[in-house]
């Protein structure tokens, strides 16, 4: 196996048209903190290293900004913009520093569908205080709905250096190759009309603290959109809702951890009997709500280095 150029899945950035309504949302009941301010944008963390997970910024409509990756070396940069080009990626931002909480360099490309994503290098790690029964770790994964799934796979493993885990009928999950394994996935393309974000997963304790959360976000008035359950490929637990500004957001946990040996499931390999939707069995499908939600955030279009 060659050495890797991206590491992990760091973060994202969304927009919306009432930050302090979201920072309310995701640290009274999403149960992030606050890492960083910087003008009117919040950067709210996990437990674990990661300087933040997710970041909220000002904007006129709910937008998908970019979803930032953790590059394996400040080289690793220079190799990934010198690959995306070659591969029908655009690069929109050479190497510089990054002038946000978190610091470190970054390299900011877009992809062949139009989604902008940012390689970081150097970032500050803060004290790593996992442990904490109810509150988010880290990121498990983006999901990003495609047009063209077989396209947008290309681009990830081509460019990237990711590889294919499984493909489902209409899901392809692929995963960051990491020494001597990782999660099933960091990312996922989602067969659909449109390029749009899909949902972000968060990585709880444990399925107890999944379970929790759900109760937590009904009593807060946001209903369970999808679970409880357990996915087929992952093996993860899971509890959908549909956040502040029409985002689709996971509590997540159990992700399945794999390496170069994993042999990669096709969408034969992963049917469910009618009537099910998952490995238990007892979670009505997707709602309705759900379902067009995860649709409608569209990754902006105006980036500005």
């Known amino acids: 196996m060659t050495e890797p150029l991206v590491v992990s899945l760091r973060s994202v950035e969304i927009g919306l048209p009432d930050v302090a309504a979201a920072e309310a949302f995701y640290t009274g009941t999403w149960n992030l903190s606050v890492a960083a301010r910087k003008g009117s944008s919040v950067y ?9 997970l997710l970041s909220l910024h000002p904007s006129d409509k709910a937008e998908m900004r970019m979803v930032t990756f953790r590059a394996a070396s400040a080289q690793a940069l220079d190799q990934i913009a010198a690959r995306v080009p070659l591969h029908g990626g655009t690069v929109l931002a050479a190497r510089a520093g990054v002038d946000e909480p978190g610091g470190g360099e970054a390299v900011v490309v877009r992809d062949p569908q139009g989604r902008i994503l940012r390689f970081v290098s150097g970032d500050t790690r803060q004290a790593d205080t996992t442990g904490h029964k109810d509150k988010p770790i880290r990121l498990a994964h983006t ?8 396209a947008g796979l290309s681009f990830y493993e081509n460019a990237l250096g ?7 009928r209409i899901m392809a999950f692929i995963r960051i190759p990491m020494k001597p394994s990782g999660d099933h996935h960091s990312i996922a393309l989602a067969d659909a009309d449109n390029d749009c ?7 709880m304790p444990s399925l107890e603290s999944v379970m929790r959360g ?3 976000m009904k009593d807060a008035g946001y209903g369970i959109e999808w679970g409880p359950g357990r996915h087929g490929p992952g093996d993860n637990a899971f509890n959908y809702f549909v956040g502040p500004a029409g985002f689709v957001i996971e509590y997540t946990c159990d992700v399945e951890q794999v390496d170069d040996s994993y042999v990669v499931g096709k969408p034969e390999d992963w049917k469910w009997p009618p009537g099910r939707v998952d490995q238990w069995g007892i979670s009505a499908p997707p709602s ?3 379902k067009e939600a995860q649709k409608q955030i569209s990754f902006m279009s105006d980036f500005k280095a």
Request: no cysteine; glycine share 10%.
């Open 44 to 52: 709210l963390r996990g437990t674990g290293p990661d300087h933040h």
């Open 143 to 150: 999901v990003l709905n495609s047009h063209n799934v077989a």
């Open 162 to 168: 990711f590889n294919l885990s499984d493909r489902t």
């Open 197 to 203: 974000l899909n949902h972000i997963a968060f990585v």
């Open 214 to 216: 759900g109760g937590r």
């Open 288 to 290: 309705a709500r759900l």
